[in-house]
């Protein structure tokens, strides 16, 4: 039996799209394609029960807000339905030094002044301990520690100056995606891939037969199966870039957990330990734990204890074991396939990104679609270069977090803080200790407070920074820097406890953000 419409093309000449995989990337995928390429394409996914998904509890970006809201997704129900709270950055501890932590927010630090960046005042008041640490500075910072939370203002006052992101159950993320994308049009199929059809001249896929003998016909792919990476990694055979050595964390020992106290923090946790780090993410109704390890220097069993011994709350379950390898395909977007979430790449997810790298390429995706149904040579070249982009930059980003560090307590962070590190990634530290300066780009993630928050977080103090702060009157700098901590101080505090804001009617939420 063959799945298929008119022709070459599906209904009224729309390109028929085709997606292997369910879970977080599939759905989201299959969603964003049907809802922002509703006249262009016919949307359909193929996905097996009995083939599990790695969620275990899910962090992400602020990006993901503006991905729900443009899909048309209510934020009050999506948070429902996934028992998310939510979350003004990461607290770090023990990273750059056992006993010391700092967060890294969704928002600035301090305001720029006379096209002066903050850090460069904050680094010339620190210089005579007229400073204080600079999360002081941030509003997402002070809220975040004060356990408080309300959606950011639409104005350009100080409460304007942070984002924020949700935290979520990944297990109940796939299933909500799933109801909106097929109520929005997405034909679901159920079944196992056995074989795939190629073209013979051109080698594009053609279709993929299911065990059941159905037959799904498709102009274009996308491969969400996975690390199995069934289409393009082993059909396409695209070639795995393996970055295990900058990275060795390859497996993740997860547990959920009861809750420790009656708050709820507005922010996920990661504290480093011997062979790697351990998270803490807070949901609605359970704790989210694990440890992230290299098996090189820890084993499994090691794992399991370790993250028993030191889980925030009582465990609902035993451990669970998660493999995984450090990297990326040499091509996302190989013929009419084209890769997206654990296919295309994996990074570790020390700053929540998977969720976001799923979404990029979905967005670049988009960007680039090949409407007319003939896919262009060089939009397939400017899908590969933006997505190897995103990578690389976040990769570089990670390997700071274990190379900034004067930790020697373990071979593990032995071996990362003399490691070899990515040029890229030196000319970036180069700059930064030299002149006090980030270096500038218009695409890809974290600019320049996230890299701020980690070098000085971590201990990475410039050398120098730029000169004009110093040609003012220190005095009177140090108070309006100091009222800015204080008027920071008292817009955090008027904020309600994150716990209440969710307990409060949901409606709220878009009321207010």
């Not at 997704?73 to 010391?100: C, P, Q, S, V, Y």
């Not at 420790?260 to 704790?287: C, F, K, V």
Request: with cysteine.
């Amino acid at each position: 039996m063959t799945w298929r419409d008119q022709g070459r093309s599906g209904e009224k000449g729309k390109q028929r799209v085709v997606v292997l995989g369910g879970g977080t990337a599939g759905w989201m995928t299959a969603a964003g394609l049907v809802r922002l390429l509703a006249e262009a394409v016919e949307v359909q996914l193929i996905e097996s029960e009995d083939i599990g998904i790695v969620g275990v509890g899910e962090a992400t970006l602020p990006h993901l807000r503006g991905f729900i809201e443009t899909l048309g997704i209510d934020e009050a129900a999506f948070m429902e339905a996934t028992r998310a709270t939510f979350k003004l950055g990461i607290d770090f501890r023990d990273f750059g030094r056992i006993g010391e932590s700092y967060i890294h927010p969704f928002g600035s630090f301090g305001e720029e002044l006379n096209g002066v960046a903050f850090h460069h005042y904050w680094l010339e008041l620190r210089e005579h301990s007229l400073a204080g640490p600079l999360g002081d500075y941030s509003l997402a910072v002070a809220a975040a520690l004060a356990n408080r939370f309300c959606p950011p203002a639409a104005d350009e006052s100080l409460a304007s100056t942070y984002g924020y992101a949700y935290q979520f159950d990944a297990t109940l993320f796939g299933p909500f995606m799933r109801s909106f994308a097929t109520n929005a049009g997405v034909t679901r199929h159920e079944g196992k891939v056995i074989a795939v059809r190629r073209d013979g001249s051109s080698g594009d896929v053609t279709a993929l037969e299911l065990e059941d003998g159905r037959i799904i016909e498709g102009d274009l792919f996308i491969d969400c199966s996975g690390f199995r990476s069934l289409l393009l990694g082993g059909e396409l055979e695209e070639e795995w870039e393996d970055w295990s050595h900058w990275l060795p964390c390859n497996r993740a020992a997860a547990v959920p957990c009861t809750h420790s106290s009656e708050d709820i923090s507005p922010y996920t946790t990661a504290t480093a330990m011997p062979a790697g780090w351990r998270w803490e993410i807070p949901l609605q109704h359970r704790m989210g734990n694990g440890y992230v390890y290299s098996s090189t220097h820890l084993s499994d069993e090691e794992a399991c204890e370790a993250i028993l011994s030191n889980a925030n709350g009582r465990p609902l379950a035993d451990p669970r074991i998660l493999r995984f390898r450090p990297g990326r395909r040499r091509r996302s977007w190989s013929h009419n396939v084209i890769g997206v979430g654990l296919a295309s790449g994996f990074l570790e997810p020390l700053e929540s990104t998977s969720i976001y790298l799923a979404q990029m390429a979905i967005t670049y995706l988009v960007e680039l679609f090949p409407v007319e149904g003939k896919i262009e040579p060089q939009d397939r070249e400017e899908f590969n270069r933006l997505v190897d982009m995103e990578y690389d930059r976040i990769r570089d980003f990670l390997i700071l977090h274990y190379h900034a560090t004067s930790r020697d307590d373990s071979d593990f962070w032995n071996d990362m803080r003399t490691l070899r590190v990515p040029d890229t990634l030196a000319d970036k530290i180069d700059l930064w200790r030299n002149t006090g300066r980030i270096a500038k780009y218009s695409e890809g993630l974290f600019f320049e407070p996230s890299w701020i928050a980690v070098y000085i977080g971590q201990g990475v103090i410039p050398n120098r920074h730029d000169a004009r702060p110093g040609v003012l009157d220190r005095t009177k700098l140090a108070r309006a820097v100091d009222r800015l901590a204080q008027a920071v101080s008292k817009e955090a505090q008027s904020m309600p406890r994150h716990r209440d804001f969710l307990r409060a009617d949901p409606t709220r939420i878009a009321q207010t953000g």
